[in-house]
């Protein structure tokens, strides 16, 4: 190996460790939400989604599967919520995943039988509760019913800029 063929190569070989230490220190910085406001502002988009799935199914008789991501992340670190509002949270998401296994066997046979027993009205309910007291804990803690719109760029997870 020729020193000179070291030297042509070099900014091909600087370019690709630093995208290798950017993709290391942007990995870094994400996590899983984490803080109480992260939590709430999760589960608070997604229980709106799921009020206007609701809507939609309601409505149209359109099934589409509700939205429970939020929820089998951070079932278990709810506890600085109220006790009441664990429950309705707990209910509504219940109810949420009891209906999506009913619409998967309704689309798997081919068969609207299924469907039958699905009253998105009930879920209504537990839905909305969860939406109050979600929108009540940001208000108190945070100051805003609203979750954060902003979206992170990609030198807020580099600069340490996240909120």
Known sequence: MDIGDIG?????????VVLILVQF???RGRKPQGTQREIVQGLLSEVRLNLA????TQLHWRTKRFEVTSWQRSKTKLDFLE?????ALSDAYTMAEDFNQQIAAAKKYKSTSYMASVDVEKLKGP???????LEAWLQSNIGTKEPSMKSPDILDGFF???R
């Open 8 to 16: 042509e190569n070099l900014p091909i070989i600087i370019g690709i």
């Open 25 to 27: 220190f942007l990995r």
């Open 53 to 56: 799935i609701a809507e939609i």
């Open 83 to 87: 006790q009441s509002l664990q429950i």
């Open 127 to 133: 839905l909305n509760r969860s939406k109050e007291g």
């Open 160 to 162: 340490g800029r996240r």
